[in-house]
Structure formats: C-alpha cells, structure tokens
C-alpha cells in the first residue's frame, strides 16, 4: 500500500474517534455542568433560607436593643430590615449574613451604601426554582416571622404610650411601659413564636437535601456511563494505534532507518554511499532520487568547499584588522571598509551599517540601491541597528556564506559594543552618585585634586562650599523616602543649574552636597555663589503635589588659606557648615582657625565627660532658694559637678 494512501486511511479513522471522543467528553462536561448546577441550586436556596432565619434574628435583636436602650436609631434599623425583606425598600448589593451587625457597629452607613433592585424575600424564593412543598415551608416559616413582627411593633408601640384597642390598632393611649414592651420580648410567648420560626426551616433544609441527593445520584450515575464510553473508544483507538506501527515499523521506519544510515555516511563526507529500497511505496522512488542527490553532492562539494575556505579566509581577515578602537565612528568605518572587499564582487559592493539613529557607510553608497543581504544588531538582547551590503549589478550572491559571514560580523559588532556600553556603565556607576547622578566621593576628589593642582600652578584661589540641608530629616521622616529621594532629586538640579559650567557639583552623602568652585579670585566670589545657591535652595519644592521648603547651611573653605590638599579643605567645610547650622540655619560661613578650636575643644570636652560618667565622677548638688527678706524656702536648685 502506497504511504500517502495508508496515511489518509489513518488520518480519518484519527479523525472520527477524535469526533466520537469530542461528542463524549461534551456529554461529560454537560453532566459536570448539571451537577455543579445542582449544588449552585442548594447553595443558593440554603442563602435564602439563611436570610429569613438571620432577617428574624436581625429583626428581633433591633427590637430588643430599641426597648433595652430606647435609642431611635434601632427602631429606625427594625423597619430598615423589615422593609428590605418585604421589598419596599432597595436591598445593597452586597447584603450580607453580618450586614446588620456592622452597621450596628458603625462599620457601614445604611444611607450611603450601594442599592440594588428593590426586591422581597418572597419574589426572590419564588425565582429560586424550588420546589412547590420548599416554597410553602419558606413562606410558612416567613408567615411565623410575620406574627412574631407584629408582636415586636406591639413592644414598640408599648414604648411611644400606645395599645391595642382590641381590634390590631395601637391607638389608646397610655403612658409608656418599658417593663410591658420588655415582657412582650423576652416572655414564653416569645421564645414560642421564634421556636416556630425555625420548624418549617428544618424541614425545608431536609427536602432541599433529599432532592440534591436524588440529583447528584442521577447525575453520577450518567456520568460513570459515559466515562466507561470513552474508555470503550480509548481502547479501540489503543489497538489501532497498535496496528498501525506495526505496519509502520515494517514499510516506513525499517526503510527510513536504513535511508537515514547512508545519509548519515554522506554527512561523514563519504560520498561515495548509495542507497537500493525494495518496497512497494514511496521509500523505493525515495532511494532513487537519493542516489541522483548523493551524485549530484559529490560533484558540487568540491567546489562549495573552496567558496566556503576562501569566505573563511575572508572572515578572518576582517576580524583581524578591527582594531579595539575606542571611538565607535571609526570602528563601524573600518568594518564598511572592510566588508565591502570581503564580497565576492568587491568592485560593485557596497555597504551600510544603520545603529541607534546613526548611519556608517562605503563611498559608493545609495539609497537606491535595493539588491542585497542584511544582518541585525543585537544588544542585550535588543535589535539596536542593521549591516547590510549591496550589490550595485543584479549579481547573485554566495548562498549562505556571505549571508553568514555578515551575520558573524552583525554578532561581533553586537558584542563590541555590549562590551563598550558596559564599560561605560561600570564606570558610570563607580564615579557618580546613583540617586541623583551626580559625581560621587571619588570622582569629586579627583576633580578637587585637579582643580587644586590647576590653580596652583596658575596661582589662582578656589573655594569648596560645604552645603547641608536644613529640615530635610523632618521632610524624610514625615513624608516618606520616597517623597525625600525626589526631593533630594531636585536640589541636584537646582544647583547644578545654579552654578557654573566650570564649577563641579557632588553628593557626599545623605543631604550633604558639596560645589567646587575652581578659578576664582578671592572670598567675595565664593560669598557670591554662596548666597545664590541659599536663594536657590529658598525657594519651594512641588514633590507629588506637595510643596515644600526647605534651606541650606554652606562652609566655605577657600584654597590656599583654608588648606592646600583635598583632606583639609573638605574638613574645614565641614566644620564650617556646622557653624552655620549653629548660627540660625539658611547662611553661610566662612572657614576661621577659630573654629578648628571650637571644634576640637567641644570633642575634647565631650571625651572628657564621658570618662566621668564611667567613674561614676559626677554628682548632683541641691542648693536651695530662699525668699528674702522671709527666709522662706520656695525651691531648690539642681546643680552637676
């Protein structure tokens, strides 16, 4: 039997028990449907049954809570429930079992939460789908609810002064009786009524379980006949299957098996295999024109093989001569340069390298030209550009070498510049902080150390202003450190923008910033810049739509006087910064020997009364304050030495 034919053969009978299998695994989940709906059913009518048994609590608990308490808000919450069950009031949408318990709780407002349909307890049971004997059991146990409410509005009629006048109405009236209404809630009467209430629920909860079972057995009893279906079809398809690779292994895989060994010595370059099938299908005819493919292969590949080493030769002739270069222009030029004569026909090459908005291409470059091969760029992943080379003559080109050739170029370009962007990126992050983007500690003292060494050849002044916000902790502690990494954000730009282009703008850290003012002629420039960064800084900040103020204390530390190395003027900012917070904030200060002084007396002081709190040193004195001319003792004072 000829293959092609014994395929359709088989594709159809796939097909049919694939249909019959489809037909029965619909039946199966048309039966899961049923029962799934059978317990939505019992779900939903036991939610019914439980809204009439906790409407009742609910309806008794206000009434008891408006007579215990006589607060207006529980009769108001008595006639709110009643109304919503009997539908003459809209029912929220999401009416709960604990609705009323937290609105009791002040957890929900009535007035303000979101309505749905006005619809009672009694359309709602007969849209349930219950049966006839269910209905009457719900509508019995309402009925029972129903007399129990009209006993509640007797207690709350009790508590406004009025009573029956032996006809239902509540119209004599009397002074109000608490103890009466009490009384019509808690008596045995009561309890009676609301025993009542919960008969008819037990038997309708019975019915409703019954009825689920007889469902659910119906169901599972079809539901085991089509299964057994489908494991009938399951079997059958088995012993097809079985068949069907017995013929395949006999008239198919042993032929291919076979086909698939010549084929593999062809790839071991023994092309002189051959390859003689005697069957009665396709696999002979296949022999045959593998045999004409082996001739054909044996006669081509000698000469495949010189294009392949001298497109080799080619390839690794353009690798050698791309020079790391750190300027990608010249780089992408050399490799337009050199591709172009790695083509089998040079002299009507041309080439195009297209990368991130940027083009790179040979002399005889066009437009125009539209005849050609393309490779992309990728970058981490990312397509970033195209190497295309081009043909100016409809000349063919040499399928798949130079097709491949500019692929490994178009992947060693990639790679080059993956390893550029990532140097450029460490370096990036080693010199530059990375909130802000500005230099970081290390870029800045290189920059100070270059700075200084310019001015003092030149014996010129520069200035480092030492600047620390004022108030930020109370921004960052309030606001979050969201709201604060923005704002640090923005002060580095406000004072990037408000310096120089000479001048160099760093974060040493937290809310300290430091400028570097190089080239300056003495303290009245540095002064200068000072005051406009504290303008600068003044005014408000609009950080997620707060505004916020904020200021600056700065120490100026000027070069030669106030130090000739980058430790000392940045120590000597630093104090003098912390002079400024000390005189009143939002100023600046100039570096003075004096404070040094300061400085190093107050550490001293404090290392001096540390050493004293552990020698137990210090002691409290009390000396007492007299009234004169009396002599009357008013207070005393605390003294520690």
């Not at 206000?62 to 009643?82: C, K, L, N, Q």
């Not at 009542?196 to 539901?223: C, G, H, W, Y």
Request: hydrophobic share 40%.
């Amino acid at each position: 039997m000829k293959i092609s034919r014994f395929i359709n053969l088989f594709l159809i009978t796939i097909a049919l028990l694939l249909s019959i299998l489809v037909a029965l695994a619909s039946q199966v989940l048309g039966t899961l449907d049923n029962i799934g709906e059978s317990e939505r059913h019992r779900y939903k009518s036991l939610l019914l049954a439980n809204e009439l048994l906790q409407s009742s609590e609910d309806l008794t608990r206000m009434a008891r809570s408006y007579v215990a308490t006589g607060d207006p808000i529980y009769e108001d919450y008595f006639y709110g429930i009643h109304a919503i069950r009997n539908g003459k009031q809209p029912r929220p949408q999401d009416y709960s079992a604990i609705h009323w318990h937290l609105v009791d709780a002040d957890r929900i407002v009535p007035a303000v939460s979101a309505l749905g349909d006005a619809i009672s307890l009694q359309e709602l049971m007969q849209g349930a789908g219950l049966s006839g004997r269910e209905l009457n059991l719900l509508q019995q146990s309402q009925s029972n609810s129903d007399t129990l409410v009209e006993l509640e509005k007797q207690a709350f009629a009790a508590m406004q002064g009025l009573y029956d006048d032996g006809h239902g109405n509540f119209t004599v009236q009397r002074a109000p009786d608490r103890n009466f209404a009490l009384d019509l809630l808690f008596n045995e009467s009561y309890h009676a009524e609301k025993s009542r209430i919960m008969a008819p629920l037990k038997q309708f909860m019975q019915e409703l379980d019954n009825r689920t079972q007889v469902t659910l057995s119906d169901l599972q009893s079809e539901f085991q006949q089509q299964t057994l279906l489908i494991l009938a079809v399951l079997c059958s398809a088995l012993l097809g299957t079985a068949a069907v690779a017995l013929y395949a292994h006999r008239n198919i895989l042993r032929p291919l098996s076979y086909l698939n060994r010549q084929t593999s010595s062809i790839a071991q370059s023994q092309y002189a295999a051959r390859c003689s099938i005697q069957t009665h299908n396709e696999f002979s005819e296949l022999g045959a024109d593998f045999n004409s493919m082996a001739e054909a292969i044996e006669r081509d590949i000698s000469t495949r093989e010189q294009a392949e080493r001298m497109l080799r030769e080619r390839f690794y002739a353009i690798r050698r001569n791309m020079t790391q270069e750190s300027s990608m222009d010249k780089f992408c030029h050399e490799v337009v340069m050199h591709l172009k004569g790695a083509m089998q026909f040079p002299q009507i090459a041309s080439a195009m390298i297209e990368f991130d908005g940027r083009r790179f291409t040979s002399e005889n470059y066009s437009q125009d030209l539209a005849h050609g091969l393309h490779a992309s760029i990728t970058v981490n992943g990312e397509e970033h550009g195209w190497l295309q080379v081009f043909y100016s003559e409809d000349r063919p080109f040499l399928l798949p070498e130079e097709q491949g050739l500019i692929d490994a170029i178009a992947s060693d370009l990639g790679r080059w510049l993956e390893r550029l962007r990532t140097e450029q990126c460490i370096v990036e992050m080693a010199t530059h902080d990375a909130l802000t983007g500005l230099p970081n500690r290390t870029l800045f003292r290189d920059r100070i150390t270059q700075a200084l060494a310019h001015d003092r050849r030149n014996q010129e002044q520069a200035a480092v202003l030492f600047i620390d916000l004022d108030h930020f902790k109370v921004v960052n502690d309030s606001l979050g450190h969201d709201v604060g990494d923005s704002l640090l954000k923005e002060v580095a730009i406000r004072l990037a923008a408000t310096v120089r282009s000479e001048d160099s703008v760093a974060r040493q850290g937290g809310d300290e910033f430091i400028v570097l003012l190089p080239n300056i002629i003495g303290a009245r420039d540095a002064a200068m810049a000072a005051q406009k960064i504290l303008d600068a800084l003044i005014q408000p900040f609009y950080i997620h739509d707060k505004e916020l103020y904020i200021g600056g204390s700065i120490g100026i530390a000027m070069f030669p006087s106030d130090g000739e190395d980058v430790n000392t003027l940045l120590k000597s900012g630093d104090i003098a910064m912390y002079h400024a917070k000390g005189n009143g904030r939002n100023n600046y200060q100039f570096f003075t020997p004096e404070m040094n002084l300061l400085a190093a007396e107050r550490h001293s002081l404090g290392i001096y009364l540390r050493h004293a709190l552990e020698r137990h040193e210090l002691l409290l004195n009390y000396q007492p304050v007299i009234d004169m001319p009396g002599g009357k003792l008013i207070s005393l004072e605390v003294l520690l030495r």
